[in-house]
């Protein structure tokens, strides 16, 4: 079970192109935003879409992945942990953070297959 602890599965699609960086040690890191989408009928019976965005940081290797082969729209799956942090801004100011470090990642369906609903144009 401890490998249980800390792990979170999500299936979405990419919000931007991945940007991947070298840190000052040397390490890559890649980042970008992951939409996931839950929906439900409402007291009245309309269906209710609710898009949630993540942040996903991907290292090393993954982030070479992640970076080369990743596009905005395409449908992935990533597995990772959920990480808190927070950071000082321009202003001063602590703003606080949320992001899934990869642990794994699968490509689904890259974007151009998918229609404008986020279905397979074959559906």
């Given at each position: ?20 960086k070298t840190i000052e040690t040397g390490k890559k890191v ?94």
């Open positions: 079970m401890n490998s249980l602890k800390n792990r979170v599965t999500l299936i979405g699609n990419l919000g931007q192109d991945p940007e991947t890649t980042h970008f935003t992951l939409a996931t989408d839950d929906g439900y009928k409402n007291a009245d019976g309309q269906k209710v879409n609710e898009t949630t965005w993540h942040n996903i940081v991907a290292w090393n290797g993954l982030a070479d992945i992640a970076g080369k082969f990743l596009k905005k729209g395409q449908q992935v799956a990533v597995e990772g942990r959920i990480v808190y942090r927070s950071y000082e801004d321009k202003k001063g100011a602590t703003k606080y953070i949320t992001e899934i470090v990869l642990n794994d990642l699968v490509l689904l369906r890259s974007g151009k297959s998918q229609g404008k609903d986020g279905q397979d144009k074959d559906e």
